[in-house]
């Protein structure tokens, strides 16, 4: 079983940072891309930024220059850095990954439980 579990959504005012992890567990060979989306009230689920095994990142437009991801390969874990947040940030923000469990080509991919990050003005 694998498990994505999110940490360090919270309140913060508006120009405030924030660090998210994700940390991946359970029976695992490989994690490839891993990427974080968010979702506003009443909203569809959006991609905030993912980054490849080689580090290559992209971002949505709205996050660029103030978000950053990162992963550590070693701990399993990806890392969004937040900074100058404003209150249209306000989201539950869900980590994801294709992870194979098993030596091959064939990937799954995951969802974390998500966690709520408000910005408020």
């Known amino acids: 079983q694998v498990q994505l579990v999110e940490s360090g959504g919270g309140l913060v005012q508006d120009g405030g940072s924030l660090r998210l992890s994700c940390a991946v567990s359970g029976s695992i060979f490989r994690i490839n891309v891993m990427a974080w989306y968010r979702q506003a009230q009443g909203k569809e689920r959006d991609l905030v930024a993912r980054?490849?095994?080689?580090?290559?990142?992209n971002y949505a437009d709205s996050v660029k220059g103030r978000f950053t991801i990162s992963r550590d390969d070693a701990k399993n874990t990806v890392y969004l850095q937040m900074n100058s947040l404003k209150p249209e940030d306000t989201a539950v923000y869900y980590c994801?990954?294709?992870?194979?469990?098993?030596?091959?080509?064939?990937?799954?991919?995951?969802w974390g439980q998500g966690t709520q990050v408000t910005v408020s003005s």
């Open positions: 980054i490849t095994t080689s580090g290559t990142t």
């Open positions: 994801n990954a294709d992870i194979a469990r098993v030596m091959g080509p064939l990937y799954y991919n995951y």
